[in-house]
């Protein structure tokens, strides 16, 4: 039902034919006297009591809630917000005199040149250069520069970085001189917004009761904002047919999805998949674009500036395609052009060495190589 809302003007005016109605005697409501002031006084009360009443009809509603009152509402149903979820990517230690091997433990700290984001070295015994005993990773004699993955201490937005923010160790490493980051951090996400909440609740009711790729897909996004998965039905991790066999693609962002987080897919979707069926889930295959390509600027001072920018929005692109997306060649172009006005034009476009769109498998993602702009 929807309320007929009145102003100050239009509930003083109400009464004041109300009264002047029911009145057997000339009445004085002039601005100022006292019944015209005692019907303003009245008409104060009754616009609040209206306020009060959109108040609560506002915060018993999943659709008009916000905050904690959506939170509240959602509590009802055993659902409540994911959320934030902390940047990552990988740095680059390096040294000046790589005379004697170095080691650096899980837990070092790195920090941005302003020192207000600071991220933690994490431990990923899918790098060679990892020793599970020792709980680090081993830079040998000889070798100048190792890369590990690191994670942001703060979740959220914040720890989203441009390339070479990384720049401070804040962790003392014995053999270790500087350290960089080659490429952006993205992934960091802020808690969930309200409106991805409402969504997300609407697809909650569409998936009760179901084993439905839809309802596995809830289950998975359920877990963790950001993820990007694919479902393959009636195939088994080779590729190979296999009736009642599915294959769940995941990945976070990174390209390299950890086992905490397989396991909790794997958790996820065996509360809602088919009696008799069999899955996998698997991190996708990451497959590299090393992308040449040519600009035309005005000058060499402007061709440089625009090279960097070029090469920047081409990276970003490419490290953010979900799982199974394609390449294309007119895609690139379109990049570069809008990275920098002062190129005029862009040719020779390769990936890979060749000259056509790249396309991934269906549990493939693309993840940026070389980017070289000419």
Do not use: C
């Not at 080691?103 to 984001?117: H, M």
């Not at 990892?130 to 100048?144: C, E, R």
């Not at 439905?212 to 190979?240: C, F, H, M, R, W």
């Not at 088919?274 to 674009?289: H, N």
């Amino acid at each position: 039902m929807q309320l007929q809302l009145q102003t100050f003007t239009s509930l003083v005016q109400s009464m004041a034919a109300a009264v002047q109605s029911a009145a057997t005697q000339l009445l004085d409501l002039t601005v100022g006297s006292t019944l015209r002031a005692v019907l303003e006084a009245n008409a104060s009360i009754a616009l609040w009591m209206q306020w009060l009443i959109l108040q609560v009809l506002q915060v018993t509603r999943a659709s008009t809630s916000s905050g904690s009152d959506l939170d509240s509402w959602m509590a009802d149903f055993s659902l409540t917000r994911l959320p934030a979820v902390a940047a990552s990517g990988v740095v680059t230690l390096s040294r000046f005199t790589p005379i004697a091997s170095a080691f650096i433990p899980a837990g070092t700290l790195v920090r941005t040149a302003d020192g207000t984001q600071t991220f933690t070295v994490s431990a990923a015994t899918s790098y060679p250069s990892f020793n599970l005993i020792q709980n680090g990773y081993t830079l040998p004699a000889g070798t100048a520069a190792l890369d590990v993955p690191v994670q942001a201490i703060t979740p959220g937005t914040a720890g989203n970085i441009l390339t070479g923010s990384v720049s401070l160790l804040a962790t003392a490493l014995a053999g270790i001189d500087a350290v960089t980051n080659a490429h952006p951090f993205l992934n960091g996400l802020d808690s969930e917004t309200d409106n991805a909440f409402r969504t997300r609740f609407a697809n909650f009711i569409d998936t009760r009761s179901r084993a439905t790729p839809l309802a596995v897909g809830y289950a998975i996004a359920k877990i963790q904002q950001g993820l990007e998965y694919t479902i393959q039905e009636n195939i088994d991790p080779s590729g190979s047919q296999r009736t009642g066999s599915f294959v769940v693609t995941i990945d976070d962002g990174s390209g390299n999805p950890s086992a905490t987080l397989l396991s909790a897919v794997g958790a996820a979707v065996e509360t809602v998949r088919p009696v008799g069926s069999t899955y996998t889930i698997q991190p996708p295959a990451i497959i590299l674009a090393n992308v040449a390509l040519t600009i035309t600027t005005g000058s060499a001072t402007s061709h440089i500036t625009a090279s960097v920018a070029a090469g920047s929005a081409i990276t970003n692109f490419i490290n953010n395609l979900p799982i199974g997306a394609s390449l294309p060649l007119t895609k690139i172009a379109q990049l570069a052009y809008a990275a920098d006005a002062s190129i005029t034009n862009v040719s020779q476009i390769e990936i890979n060495t060749i000259t056509t769109d790249m396309i991934p498998p269906i549990s493939g993602v693309i993840k940026a190589g070389t980017i070289a702009v000419n």
